[in-house]
């Protein structure tokens, strides 16, 4: 085998390591991507989830079983959350205030692996819908940030207003 051979036979060994290198390389980033995606998939749909449970819910304690008319028949802001402490007991949109896992004891856990759940609830009102009102009015935002605690750099944060409209 003369020099010339032997160059090309290593010149050639190179390049098939370049390519298996870069395959290589390539398949590692998409299956990085496909797992994030998986993660931030599962996380939406807790999310979603636990928006639509709240949702299914009394606008308030008070509207439980009567109307109201007025916003001082309502919850005080400082007063949201769980009235009896009780997880297992949501029955108005505002017992999801400071819940983690969503008022559940154990834990979500996924093929993707375990996530974590936070809530909030704020009243809300006037023209700003971001901000947080002082006083209770008819409406109030929901949000909730999930995040998988494998992963916990990608957190997922959903909002929704729930209005009490009476007649």
């Known amino acids: 085998m003369g020099t010339g051979q032997m160059l090309l036979t290593v010149g050639a060994i190179m390049l098939l390591g370049t390519i298996i290198l870069t395959t290589n390389r390539s398949l590692y980033s998409s299956k990085t991507i496909l797992m994030k995606t998986n993660f931030g998939l599962d996380a939406v749909s807790l999310a979603t989830s636990v928006i639509e449970e709240a949702q299914g819910k009394a ?3 008070a ?3 009567a109307s109201v008319t007025s916003t001082t028949q309502l919850t005080p802001p400082g007063s949201l959350g769980q009235e009896n402490g009780n997880t297992n007991d949501l029955n108005d949109f505002d017992d999801y205030n ?4 969503a008022g559940r004891t154990d834990t979500f856990k996924l093929s993707t692996g375990i996530y974590c759940v936070k809530t909030r609830v704020c009243y809300v009102g006037g023209t700003n819908l971001d901000g947080i009102s002082a006083q209770a009015t008819f409406s109030k ?3 909730v940030m999930v995040w998988n605690k494998e992963d916990s750099a990608g957190v997922i944060r959903m909002s929704t207003i729930f209005s009490y409209w009476y007649f």
């Not at 400071?98 to 896992?101: K, P, Q, R």
């Open 141 to 143: 935002r929901l949000d």
């Open 98 to 101: 400071g819940l983690n896992n």
């Open 59 to 61: 606008f308030d304690e």
């Open 63 to 65: 509207t439980d079983t």
